[in-house]
Nanobody, 132 residues
Framework: VQLVESGGGLVRSGGSLRLSCEVSGLNFRDYVIAWFRQASGTEREGVSCIRPSTGDTAFADAVKDRFIISADNPKKTVYLQMNSLKPEDTGVYYC??????????????????????????RGQGTQVTVSS
């Protein structure tokens, strides 16, 4: 299973970027894709997540009025549309996948607070830099 992020770059404050997280090699229907970010010298921060099978989403308070998360199920790709970007949005953004097994369920609101080890796969990340 591979998760590949793309879409990062350098943008001015107030600008927009759209990140993509493409999942390949996964023969599993139910999962959550979460986006995290980590700035240099800081702890990772949960940004947003989506359960593609239901459309359930969650957002960190810092981004909930600016970012939009969506999923293209046939393409197994999750998008993070980031608008009104601020310098504090700068960091490496990576996506991680949490499988939902059998009859299990997940509280989407708690996904962003889970530890790295609880996710089954993660990507390498893409750099987002927002200049002031």
């Amino acid at each position: 299973v591979q998760l590949v992020e793309s879409g990062g770059g350098l943008v001015r404050s107030g600008g927009s970027l759209r990140l993509s997280c493409e999942v390949s090699g996964l023969n599993f229907r139910d999962y959550v894709i979460a986006w995290f970010r980590q700035a240099s010298g800081t702890e990772r921060e949960g940004v947003s997540c989506i359960r593609p099978s239901t459309g359930d989403t969650a957002f960190a308070d810092a981004v909930k009025d600016r970012f939009i998360i969506s999923a293209d199920n046939p393409k197994k790709t999750v998008y993070l549309q980031m608008n009104s970007l601020k310098p504090e949005d700068t960091g490496v953004y990576y996506c991680a996948l949490l499988m939902i097994l059998g009859d299990g369920d997940v509280n989407i609101a708690t996904v962003l607070s889970r530890h790295d080890a609880e996710f089954d796969y993660r990507g390498q990340g893409t750099q987002v830099t927002v200049s002031s």
